[in-house]
Antibody, heavy 118, light 110 residues
Framework: DVQLVESGGGLVQPGGSLRLSCATS????????MSWLRQAPGRGLEWVAT????????FYVDSVKGRFTISRDNAKNSLCLTMNTLRVEDTAMYYC???????????WGQGTLVTVSS | QSALTQPPSASGSPGQSVTISCTGT?????????VSWYQQHPGKAPKLMIY???KRPSGVPDRFSGTKSGNTASLTVSGLQAEDEADYYC??????????FGGGTQLTVL
């Protein structure tokens, strides 16, 4: 079975940094595009970033460009999201996802909560 | 404000059919057959229900179907069951290398 387990969330002050991790199993990690998405409390889903299988290309939503970096370690089957210069509006549940056909997000983890507050 | 427009709510009685719309532009829904639909129960992670407009992942009941016409995609749930009560989100690939979502539709089974 495909498993995605996020970690690293927590409370951080505005302007601070946080690094999220996603441990994966049950599929050939190095062959698949991977993504981070988020959901602010009581709000809808938002795509954050996507990375190609070999890490050669990365794509971001405009609101996080220059602040967030998606990366992967294919030897460890893990995905990361490094978040810098965090803002209150970055407060959300962050989900790791295995990408599927046609820019779908085939499998999702249970999420890790990031709260940006002073 | 979300890039794709969905009705905030929809409802139907058990056994009935309900259709949820998702309206975008020629730069997203209308320009690509890369529309997906997700189901999300309270406190749970989203689950993929439809991809590439009409395709169902393995394990998704055939009561769920998707279509698209122009800039509007639709999800139809036939033979409504109590467990279908959830939030539903559409998404679409958008120019260039972007993924946009609708604001979500809360489906109530009466």
């Amino acid at each position: 079975d495909v498993q995605l387990v996020e970690s690293g969330g927590g409370l951080v002050q505005p302007g601070g940094s946080l690094r999220l991790s996603c441990a994966t199993s049950g599929f050939s990690f190095s062959s698949h595009w991977m993504s981070w998405l988020r959901q602010a409390p009581g709000r809808g889903l938002e795509w954050v970033a996507t990375i190609k299988p070999d890490g050669s290309d990365k794509f971001y939503v405009d609101s996080v460009k220059g602040r967030f970096t998606i990366s992967r370690d294919n030897a460890k089957n893990s995905l990361c999201l490094t978040m810098n210069t965090l803002r209150v509006e970055d407060t959300a549940m962050y989900y790791c996802a295995k990408d599927g056909p046609g820019w779908s997000r085939e499998y999702w983890g249970q999420g890790t909560l990031v709260t940006v507050s002073s | 404000q979300s890039a794709l427009t969905q009705p905030p709510s929809a409802s139907g009685s058990p056994g009935q059919s309900v259709t949820i719309s998702c309206t975008g532009t020629s730069s997203d829904v209308g320009g690509y057959n890369f529309v997906s639909w997700y189901q999300q129960h309270p406190g749970k992670a989203p689950k993929l229900m439809i991809y590439e407009v009409t395709k169902r992942p393995s394990g998704v009941p055939d009561r769920f179907s998707g279509t698209k016409s122009g800039n509007t995609a639709s999800l139809t749930v036939s033979g409504l069951q109590a467990e279908d009560e959830a939030d539903y989100y559409c998404s679409s690939y958008a120019d260039t290398n972007n993924l946009v979502f609708g604001g979500g539709t809360q489906l109530t089974v009466l």
